[in-house]
């Protein structure tokens, strides 16, 4: 059973990797149909490095150090091979792991109404995650491209909304991983202000631009 839960869990991180990196060139105004290669390539390679990182640093580490393997080298990639701007780039990024909030969303309620398994919580997650990539990419990746014909200023005003909740979020997860620990009040006292504050950022993004 624990084996089945490590597996699930890896296939969870697999799915959300594909869905932050295909949001992500979405909110760049990078699409599959004009970009089929990069996208490819690009999710092989990302696929590739965390492989690598889970064999040589462990789970654990892995899971902790995303923002390292994942989100500036992808920023990097937005920025300089298709050539977007570094506050597109961020912004596109970081929006994009503002996105993956609904899919916890769903895994906590499955988890919740089945005895709060660990198991049901990945397996819902992964079932949401195609049908919520195509809702984004439908409704809210064309408010997110015209945001580059907008000023420098309330490019950056934006830039903070998806950069504070990341900052919130990872803090709560990543580092302070209170339901890893046992310290589950904390986990539960911390969910409304990170959805609150993933509420307000996704109505910035149709009402800002």
């Given amino acids: 059973m624990a084996e089945l839960a490590t597996v699930l869990n890896l296939i969870n991180y697999i799915f959300v990797l594909i869905f932050g990196i295909v949001v992500s060139f979405y909110f760049a105004d990078i699409p599959w149909e004009d970009n089929k290669k990069l996208h490819i390539y690009t999710l092989m390679g990302f696929i590739l490095l965390q492989v690598v990182c889970y064999m040589l640093l462990g789970e654990h580490t892995m899971y902790k150090s995303y923002p390292f393997l994942i989100h500036i080298p992808l920023i990097l990639v937005i920025r300089f091979i298709c050539h977007r701007n570094i506050y597109i780039s961020s912004i ?24 709060d398994m660990p198991m049901i919580s990945d397996i819902t997650t992964i079932i949401v995650t195609i049908p919520l990539i195509l809702v ?11 945001l580059k014909n907008e000023s420098k ?57």
């Fill in 92 to 115: 596109a990024v970081l929006s994009a792991y503002l996105m993956c909030t609904p899919r916890k969303w769903f895994g906590t309620v499955a988890a919740y109404i089945f005895n």
């Fill in 136 to 146: 984004v990419i439908k409704y809210l990746s064309p408010y997110m491209i015209r």
């Fill in 153 to 209: 200023t309330i490019i950056s005003l934006f830039f903070l909304l998806p950069l504070t909740y990341y900052i919130l979020e990872y803090t709560f997860t990543a580092m302070v991983t209170p339901l890893q620990t046992g310290h589950r009040q904390a986990a539960l006292w911390a969910q409304p202000i990170l959805a609150a504050l993933a509420a307000v950022s996704e109505v910035a993004t149709v009402v800002v631009i």
